[in-house]
């Protein structure tokens, strides 16, 4: 039972190049998260989806975009990278939305932009 | 909207206990608490719901506090294990099912022997 797999774990870009993060779960979660975290800010929500199909806004979602075409998938990407992109981001998913459910989180990715 | 957390970094020897708190200026449906060990992805511990129901860690507790939103996580008889950053995770009222959490800004703690 891998849980929630993030691909690819490091990854260096140039300013202006795309790229797509993937994150795979398997534990047939509805919800899924994408998350930035910096020094001393915590973590901070980009982009979340409640099902196959719905992708919504969080606090910082401008630069990013998500899709979720498959229920077990949830794709985050950057079309034009800038240096203020640089951070460690993390996917998490739970079973539903209620507060009630914790979130899993995957290992994450280091994702530096020169 | 961030919850502020205190405080912001606490060492610890072996044995002794430790209490973070997390505060918010919303109305909270639940408060969610992780730990998190350096390079590492956030762990769940513990979560707390308007009402009173708990969720989570055996050796670990916490208070939620619903009138002032706020919520403290006690780490008794520290363990080195314990060391790592600490975040809550908090969901409003009115979120609407999402399960969207806002978190704070993280407590370090360092457990020495």
């Known amino acids: 039972n891998a849980g929630v797999t993030q691909t690819p774990k490091f990854r260096v870009l140039k300013t202006g190049q795309s790229m797509t993060l993937l994150c795979a779960q398997d534990m047939n979660h509805e919800y899924m998260y994408w998350y930035r975290q910096d020094p001393g800010m915590g973590l901070r929500l980009i982009h979340y989806s409640v099902g196959e199909g719905t992708t919504a806004k969080g606090e910082v979602p401008d630069g990013y975009n998500v899709s979720r075409l498959k229920k077990q998938n949830f794709l985050l990407g950057l079309e034009s990278a800038a240096p203020s992109q640089t951070s460690v981001y993390f996917c998490a998913s739970s079973p539903q939305g209620l507060g009630n459910q914790p979130q899993h989180f995957g290992d994450g990715t280091r994702l530096s932009i020169l | 909207q961030q919850p502020v957390q205190s405080p912001q970094a606490v060492i610890l020897r072996e044995g002794e206990d430790a209490v973070i708190n997390c505060s918010s200026s919303k109305a909270l449906y639940s408060v969610h608490w992780y730990r998190q060990k350096h390079g590492e992805a956030p762990v769940f511990l513990m979560i707390?719901?308007?009402?009173?129901e708990q969720k989570g860690h055996e050796k670990i507790s916490a208070s939620f506090n619903e009138k002032k939103q706020q919520s403290s996580l006690y780490l008794t008889a520290s363990q080195l294990s314990y060391s790592g950053t600490y975040f809550c995770g908090t969901e409003k009222v009115g979120s609407s099912n999402t399960g969207k959490l806002i978190f704070g800004q993280g407590t370090t703690l360092q457990v020495k022997p």
């Open positions: 707390l719901l308007k009402g009173g």
